[in-house]
């Protein structure tokens, strides 16, 4: 349904790992986009230790892609640009969400976009300083593809810093 949604994988400051579903916004050859809000748990880590990992599982065609790389901030610009892509709701509620942050409530949340909705009907939104997105740059990329008798074929590719290398894994 969500070909786009990927599971990304951080580590706090307390050495916990913390996975969550993002939807990758853009790819090319520079990385993976993704965007959320910079002060949000996720954004927390990232700061800490922008070793990250993503994973893309398609149960369906019975293939995953992981991929481990670095996280580091986009530009200002392209941040904005794609802010004003966004539907206005989404707009609205990147700016009503304290993402991560403890809520006493539903009714906050909703009384609090509902605020913000009136309040930008007049006033385009703009984005939040603490909003935007990360580029993750690969160094490794690992291909399953499910096969009969749990016989899978995993393809590594490590990128050693000039060159990529390959390697066949054992299932």
């Known amino acids: 349904?969500?070909?786009?949604?990927?599971n990304l994988s951080t580590v706090s400051k307390g050495d916990y790992p913390k996975s969550r579903i993002?939807?990758?916004?853009?790819?090319?050859?520079?990385?993976?986009?993704?965007?959320?809000?910079?002060?949000?748990s996720k954004g927390k880590s990232i700061s800490n230790n922008n070793n990250v990992c993503l994973?893309?599982?398609?149960?369906s065609l019975e293939?995953?892609?992981?991929?481990?790389?670095?996280?580091?901030?986009i530009s200002d610009k392209e941040s904005e640009n794609y802010f004003n892509s966004r539907p206005y709701g989404s707009q609205i509620g990147a700016i009503a969400s304290n993402q991560s942050e403890v809520i006493d409530s539903r009714e906050f949340l909703e009384r609090k976009f509902?605020?913000?909705?009136?309040?930008?009907?007049?006033?385009?939104?703009?984005?939040?300083?603490?909003?935007?997105g990360y580029l993750v740059k690969p160094n490794l990329f690992e291909f399953w593809q499910g096969?009969?008798?749990r016989l899978h074929d995993r393809l590594e590719f490590i990128?050693?810093?000039?060159?990529?290398?390959?390697n066949r894994l054992s299932p």
Do not use: C
């Open 55 to 59: 994973n893309f599982y398609w149960p």
């Open 63 to 73: 293939k995953q892609i992981i991929i481990k790389g670095k996280a580091n901030r």
């Open 147 to 149: 096969r009969k008798n």
């Open 114 to 132: 509902k605020e913000l909705n009136n309040y930008h009907t007049k006033i385009k939104p703009k984005r939040p300083r603490n909003w935007g």
């Open 22 to 40: 993002v939807l990758l916004k853009k790819f090319n050859l520079k990385g993976f986009t993704f965007f959320t809000n910079y002060n949000s």
């Open 1 to 6: 349904i969500e070909p786009n949604a990927m």
């Open 159 to 166: 990128f050693d810093g000039s060159v990529w290398n390959s």
